[in-house]
């Protein structure tokens, strides 16, 4: 089965800092692995998709790594702004289904 | 290129009643995939709908259903709801081929009482 982990749970960071974001997952064999961000109350919003043959995405200040073999994935945002602040989840899909699984969470606050 | 999109946006419902939540899928989608989401926590996956047949579904039991309709739009049906019911529902579309990204709605604030 199938299980996903993010550290830190919460963070809280000047506006202007590099930050990484951590995520891992049990399962090896994955079709791909997508952050997403989250606003309260809200949907989820796209940031990266990676494919299990590709090592990292880069989209303007976020860019992604995904090292398969030993279950890690890592979410860098570089010079944080307040409007940065949210959820950002971290989901991997495996099986014919395209399910994802999703780990809980790292909520960033980017203060001024 | 009109994105994903859910109703109702909240919904109020008492314990033992049945719910109906719908999704529009994104354009050129096939496939549609509803999660529950508690406070809190990450997204559950519920089930997946391709060329209107459930193609895989996570560990709910039966009174969750669903339907895809040929336009690719999907219901989520919960019978007998439950205190624990109460969750943001969330329907994402995708491509079967390609990539596979899954792309979300805004999702339906379900309350029951």
């Known amino acids: 089965k199938q299980e996903v982990t993010q550290i830190p749970a919460a963070l809280s960071v000047p506006e202007g800092e590099n930050l990484v974001l951590n995520c891992s997952f049990t399962?090896?064999?994955?079709?791909?692995l997508q952050w997403f961000r989250q606003d309260p109350g809200k949907g989820l919003t796209s940031l990266l998709l990676?494919?299990?043959?590709?090592r990292e995405q880069t989209s303007g200040r976020l860019n992604a790594s995904l090292d398969k073999s030993s279950g890690r994935s890592t979410l860098y945002i570089a010079a944080s702004q307040p409007g940065d602040s949210a959820t950002y989840l971290c989901?991997?899909?495996?099986?014919?289904?395209?399910?994802?699984?999703f780990g809980t969470g790292t909520r960033l606050q980017v203060t001024l | 290129e009109t994105g994903v999109t859910q109703s109702p946006t909240h919904l109020i419902k008492t314990r033992g009643q049945q719910v109906t939540l719908r999704c529009s899928s994104q354009s050129g989608h096939n496939t549609v995939s509803w999660y529950q989401q508690a406070l809190g926590q990450g997204p559950q996956f519920i089930f997946q709908?391709?060329?209107?047949?459930?193609?895989g579904r996570g560990n709910f039991p039966p009174r969750f259903s669903g339907l895809q309709f040929p336009n690719y739009s999907s219901e989520l049906n919960v019978n007998a709801l439950e205190l624990d019911d109460s969750a943001l529902y969330l329907c994402?579309?995708?491509?079967?081929?390609?990539?596979?990204?899954?792309?979300f709605g805004p999702g339906t604030r379900l309350l029951v009482l």
């Open positions: 990676i494919q299990s043959s590709q």
């Open positions: 399962d090896s064999a994955i079709y791909n």
């Open positions: 709908y391709y060329r209107e047949e459930e193609n």
């Open positions: 989901a991997v899909m495996t099986g014919t289904a395209s399910k994802l699984t």
């Open positions: 994402a579309s995708s491509s079967s081929s390609g990539a596979r990204a899954q792309y």
